[in-house]
Nanobody, 123 residues
Framework: QVQLVESGGGLVQAGGSLRLSCAASGRAFSNYGMGWFRQAPGKEREFVATITLSGSGTSYIDSVKGRFTISRDNAKNTVYLQMNSLRPEDTAVYYC????????????????WGQGTQVTVSS
């Protein structure tokens, strides 16, 4: 069993930065592929970024490439999402998710989810 708690969301002006953190409880965090997803009002949840178990591999949705960076610290049981050059269209609730296997872009393949953290980008 893994519990995930996100933090770091908030209100920021366009062009600003935020760093989201997702702290995981439980053992064997390094056995989980991790992902960040987001859901804007009236829209479906969408994939943002994933990172492999060791942290050596990452993937991103095209709209955030070059602006967002996913990373993880297995010693601290934490995954991060550094978000730079934020745009109003990045406004959403951001969720981290864990999967006991390689990460995936498909949300329904993740077993564990955090409660989400709100990111609001003003123009």
């Amino acid at each position: 069993q893994v519990q995930l708690v996100e933090s770091g969301g908030g209100l920021v002006q366009a062009g600003g930065s935020l760093r989201l953190s997702c702290a995981a409880s439980g053992r064997a965090f390094s056995n989980y592929g991790m992902g960040w997803f987001r859901q804007a009002p009236g829209k479906e949840r969408e994939f943002v970024a994933t990172i492999t178990l060791s942290g050596s591999g990452t993937s991103y949705i095209d709209s955030v490439k070059g602006r967002f960076t996913i990373s993880r610290d297995n010693a601290k049981n934490t995954v991060y999402l550094q978000m730079n050059s934020l745009r109003p269209e990045d406004t959403a609730v951001y969720y981290c998710a864990a999967r006991r296997s390689a990460p995936s872009r498909a949300a329904d393949l993740y077993e564990y989810w955090g409660q989400g953290t709100q990111v609001t980008v003003s123009s």
